[in-house]
């Protein structure tokens, strides 16, 4: 068996260094302070050591509240498992507290959104259900969604605004803690934004295709018109890894295209994990500073809305 031959190297001669003049990355500025039994979420939050993601969730609530005190707009753009892990409250409360002024859905978030509005409850087994030749058949998610393209043809609007109205108009018992119904009721924009084939509503035979394309395509026009106010405000990218990065990098296109400025923006991507899209189309390319914020949306979430109304507390909620 062959030895490596270390009699080559003189070892007496390495060369250390007092360890007060070595540069170093952490200091005991640097720790975090545990929170105590009674402490306040301001102290707790202060307390969280000033380093990676707690760093960046400091910056994106600063963001966010001098977006809001400046009267720049704040958008949030989101994929299905936000809906579907219980995290639309929070988001419906920044919008009650004229903090966040517009939202983005891809088609899965509607969907759930939708079901959870007029049904209270959403989200199938897909495994069993697919194979038993159940899954996405469910007659009112259907044909909600076809009438509300046939609505869209007809009055120009857009499919998120549609959807709200028809969910609106149809009723249920968790109407208040629909998303498309909060921004429709407090009349903000709400856009959806679907992929064609990639929705279990996709599957009606009854769903128009021309009107289906018409409404998205009016909805991705209405969001190019958000993002060219985006100028000192901020764009959340929660937990939709394709879909809605690759609208936004498009309407950021359009945008720039047109000569419109985008100074003082700030992108964020909160997600499981960060991925290319997220990466790259909302942190990087668009030109702002980008906040990477890894974990789950029933923690992250939350824990962003608290950080923000803490700090926003003397701002109502709308009561009308």
Request: one cysteine or more; proline letters at 5%; charged letters at 20%.
């Amino acid at each position: 068996m062959s030895t490596i031959d270390t009699r080559g190297l003189d070892w007496t001669n390495l060369r250390y260094e007092p360890l007060d003049e070595r540069p170093s990355k952490v200091g005991l500025a640097d720790l975090g302070t545990p929170g105590r039994p009674g402490g306040s979420f301001s102290d707790w939050l202060a307390g969280l050591p000033p380093q990676l993601g707690a760093r960046g969730l400091i910056r994106l609530r600063d963001a966010i509240v001098k977006a809001r005190q400046s009267g720049s707009p704040v958008i949030a753009a989101l994929g299905g498992h936000v809906i579907k892990t219980g995290c639309a409250p929070y988001l419906i409360d920044l919008i009650e507290r004229r903090v966040l002024n517009g939202a983005a859905l891809n088609g899965a978030a509607a969907i759930h959104d939708l079901e959870l509005a007029i049904a209270g409850r959403t989200s199938e087994d897909v495994g069993p259900r697919l194979l038993a030749g159940s899954f996405g058949f469910a007659r009112e998610t259907s044909d909600l969604f076809a009438a509300a393209c046939d609505r869209s043809a007809r009055s120009g609007s857009g499919l998120g605004a549609a959807l709200g109205d028809v969910v609106i108009e149809r009723g249920g018992p968790g109407l208040d803690s629909s998303l498309l119904v909060a921004c429709r009721r407090n009349k903000i924009p709400v856009t959806v934004h679907v992929a064609i084939g990639a929705d279990i509503v996709h599957m009606n035979p009854e769903l128009d295709g021309a009107a289906l394309g018409g409404a998205t395509l009016a909805d991705f026009r209405a969001l190019c018109e958000l993002v060219a106010g985006l100028a000192g405000g901020v764009w959340l990218n929660l937990g939709s890894a394709v879909i809605l990065p690759e609208v936004f990098l498009k309407a950021v296109s359009i945008v720039r295209n047109l000569g419109k400025s985008l100074d003082g923006l700030t992108t964020a991507n909160l997600d499981f994990q960060q991925q290319y899209r997220g990466l790259f189309n909302v942190l990087e390319r668009p030109g702002g500073a980008g906040i990477g914020l890894t974990g789950h949306h029933e923690i992250m979430i939350p824990l962003l809305h608290a950080a923000v109304v803490d700090t926003l507390q003397e701002i109502p909620r709308r009561t009308d």
